[in-house]
């Protein structure tokens, strides 16, 4: 198969469903191109798998041939050639990947402009000043990203080029200074580099096709990839496309628009254009843009027709899409459309709408599809809890949601705030992609530049991110920005609402908006679609968050941490006594105490879940977790000494201490040195059961027993539970009551079959399960080695987010299948962080498991990816 593609080459398939191969960019300048017809300037797309051939063992062989043949292709049909020095053809070269990463990877434009052609360029435009202009751009840009120089020697001599002139607008440098500054830039390349900037198209050419290469692995292509759960391994296109020019004159043009609002999802035109500009500035955020609504004055027709291509464009992908267009000289052209980013409140009423819109009929199930957990998220966004503030300034409010932190005026000094554990807002003229890793842990971004599609405003909104840019007032020096009289200096707290555009010195109370009824439509959708197939639970040990996750739409509690319970501030010392105990009778009065304690906590859960299963896990860690520390204990022994409790509460420390202690004496481990603990639960949570059901409750029980590695400690464990229930509840009828275990090491895993024939139910404890198989501790391998590995694609993710396909995934999917093997009827479910994860949640599905559990707030978003796992799909990975 070749690596070059025209855009006007007939594929078998649509080429939009062709972005593993061409790109995103590609694959739909393709079909505008081919299929729709629509004015796109020519060009052609170099492949994803030439990048992939790139990055194995640098430039492909036959690729050259390749370029050469459509380059020639290209200059017949436009009747130029690339460096001629009487009519030059100018292109862009920009990246494409086969999934959107706005900003992430470089772009070149204006290649083709040398000492001679840019002469050539003057004479055929008859307007030097263009030439010029864009020859000095070129330079610039092709120095920067091609050649690896700084940007900055290159702004400082053209905002010193704008003051000499005495302008504020790039489009009044006069045609002599512009001149100068093509001398001067070629001047910092060859002082740089030590060689002429280069004037041979072909040497123009492959250089920025290898750059853009070569920006597939750059640090912010890295870190955005590792956000947004990317392979690193997919590679991205290259399209070399003809060059159309917005800064050719006042009658020309460019600009960026959503057939749709990206931020709330009303129907109608949005965007931002700018006259006499190339694309970089609309999303640069170099200069203030004005309304795509304003091109309706300025250019009617133009207009008119832009709004016919929105309409067929929507039509064709059902969908909003996001669009780049260039005016040159009153003549439309179509760089490049997408399926556009929007926000959570955007995602979810376009879902709604376009079920109703006869001319996209979008089914139900496409539209459960089109949403992501992030939308949810971001749905849940906090807001100012008063209107009742003083506003500092305003901007345009990109990115919904309020946000406050401390401002910092770096990406550098935000990511290290941030290590510290600072909450920031990343404030900054313009972000551009280099910021990528201090936006990544902003609470917010501000920018005192840019529109409501530059670099800031499409990055936050993709990420849910609070977001105000194009604040004019605010005025940024270094380390500090003024509006006014009042000076805001880094480490200040400031608070944005990316709704309103408000600014705030100081923090502003947040509250939590409530949901549109978009939110609780597609919900309701994915229910039908889930129903009877995969369940959602929700993790929560009292009744508070019992009924909180309820109200979320849980279908029962997954995991209910009995010790959670032990640990509340007058239960703490009931525990220490039982721990502490010199015979069987104090240790029996404590375990009492701690029985009573328990059963009104079990009653209150019971009630919230009155008619749902509630899992209720046994003590499952080790007894020195309710022991003060060692360490404290022995430093205050050597210098202010310990009363007679604290040395008896040493002792037992010391007694229990071990030196792995999750592999220790946990779990039903203790249960064998202890039954009396396990007993006094069941029991505990039996009587509670009674005493619902004779309030006319209906309580559904599930006693799960942790950390059983073989049947024989099931059948022990299993005997005691047995006992108990039948001694609570004697006399009492109508509870339905199950014994299972929690999976959570790779030997029950693998011996699943053999555990089965003692449980009812298994429940996979996969944040146990991912740390035994990795050997990762999970309390310390998340932060420098985690970023370590992650960085050099050791790991393609972080295990303890997202589900090991290969090795956890693997266990969860064998263990399901023996289980069910030895007990048809086996219940199967999952109770670790994995179980609220959209990604992991396709996986149980798969699996056949029969619910997922995860924490009370996650509750809506795997009610939806549990729908979008039985429907087959990944969440709307475009959106």
Known sequence: MPYTFAFDHKHRRPPMAMKDLLGGKGANLAEMTSVLGLPVPPGFTISTEACRAYMESGWPEGLSEEVAKHRQRLEKAMGKRLGDPADPLLVSVRSGAAFSMPGMMDTVLNLGLNDESVEGLAKQTSDERFAYDSYRRFIAMYGRIVLGLDGGPFEELFDAAKE????????????????????????IVERETGKPFPQDPDQQLRGAIEAVFSSWNSPRAIAYRNREHIAHTLGTAVNVQTMVFGNRDENSGTGVGFTRDPSTGAQGAYGDFLVNAQGEDVVAGIRNTEPLSALETRFPKIYK?????????????????????????????????????????????????????????????????????????????????????????????????????????????????????????????????????????????LTSRGGLVSHAAVVARGWGKPAVVGAEAVRITRNQFRVGDTVVSEGDTISIDGTTGQIVLGAVSLSAPEPPEEFHTILGWADTIRAGKLAVRANADNGADAANARQFGAEGIGLCRTEHMFLAEDRLPIVRRMILAEGEDEEAAALEELRKAQKSDFEAILEAMDGLPVTVRLLDPPLHEFLPPTEELAIKEATTGLTDEERKLYGAALSWQETNPMLGTRGVRLGVLKPGLYAMQVRALMEAAAARAKKGGKPVVEVMIPLTVTREELALARSWVTDAIAAATKGTKGIDVTI??????????????????????????????????????????????????????????NPFETIDIGGVGELVRLAAKRGRETKPGLKLGVCGEHGGDPESIALFAAAGLDYVSCSPFRVPIARLAAAQAVLGSQEYSTA
């Open 164 to 187: 000499l002139a005495d302008t504020h607008s790039d489009a009044e440098v006069p045609t002599e200074l512009l001149r100068y500054l093509v001398r001067s830039y070629k001047q």
């Open 305 to 445: 027709e832009l709004m016919g291509i929105f309409e067929r464009l929507e039509r064709h992908y059902r969908d909003m899409c996001d669009t780049e267009f260039t005016i040159d000289q009153g003549r439309l052209w179509m760089l490049q459309t997408r399926v556009g980013k929007r926000t959570g409140a955007a995602a979810l009423r376009m879902a709604v709408e376009m079920t109703r819109d006869r001319k996209i009929k979008l089914s139900k199930e496409e539209a459960v599809k089109r949403v992501t957990g992030d939308h949810l998220d971001q749905v849940l966004h906090p807001q100012f809890a008063s209107s009742d503030i003083k506003v500092l300034a305003k901007g345009l409010g990109a990115s919904p949601g309020a946000a406050v932190g401390k401002a910092y005026f770096t990406a550098d000094g935000a990511a290290g705030a941030a290590e510290k554990g600072e909450k920031v807002i990343l404030v900054r003229s313009e972000t551009s992609p280099e910021d990528v890793h201090g936006m990544i842990v902003s609470e917010g971004i």
């Open 740 to 797: 299972g275990t929690m999976i959570e090491t790779p030997r029950a895993a693998l011996r699943a079959d053999e555990i089965a024939e003692e449980a009812d139910f298994f429940s996979f404890g996969t944040n146990d399960l991912t740390q035994m198989t990795f050997g990762f501790s999970r309390d310390d391998v998340e932060g420098r080695m985690m970023t370590a590995y992650l960085d050099a694609g050791l790991l393609p993710r």
